[in-house]
């Protein structure tokens, strides 16, 4: 079992993925990673039945989403955003 250190950053949250987030995360994904020419497969995934919806968490500052992780079999996933992404993420 591989431990992974995590870092407390102030009045940031983090909760587990709930109904109707799907579209929370892909708009993450899109504004971390920019253009996405596989988003059409991207968003198929995050929306099917094989999603991971148990291991995945999404981080939020002042109840606006600013990031987003999913464990994968004993992998994890995680991905930042700068202020400016995080502001247009909160636009959700």
Same mark, same amino acid.
Request: overall charge negative; proline content about 5%.
């Given at each position: 079992?591989?431990?992974? /250190?995590?870092?407390?950053?102030?009045?940031?949250? +983090?909760? @587990?993925?709930?109904?109707?987030? $799907?579209?929370? !995360?892909?708009?993450?994904?899109?504004?971390?990673?920019?253009?996405? /020419?596989?988003?059409?497969?991207?968003?198929?995934? +995050?929306? @099917?039945?094989?999603?991971?919806? $148990?291991?995945? !968490?999404?981080?939020?500052?002042?109840?606006?989403?600013?990031?987003?992780?999913?464990?994968?079999?004993?992998?994890?996933?995680?991905?930042?955003?700068?202020?400016?992404?995080?502001?247009?993420?909160?636009?959700?």
């Amino acid at each position: 079992m591989r431990t992974v /250190e995590t870092q407390e950053v102030p009045g940031v949250t +983090i909760r @587990g993925f709930q109904s109707g987030d $799907e579209t929370v !995360f892909l708009k993450l994904l899109k504004n971390s990673f920019g253009p996405l /020419e596989y988003a059409p497969r991207l968003k198929a995934e +995050i929306f @099917g039945p094989y999603f991971n919806r $148990e291991g995945s !968490f999404i981080a939020e500052k002042d109840g606006s989403p600013v990031g987003c992780v999913q464990h994968e079999q004993n992998e994890v996933q995680t991905m930042e955003l700068s202020k400016e992404d995080a502001d247009d993420a909160a636009e959700v």
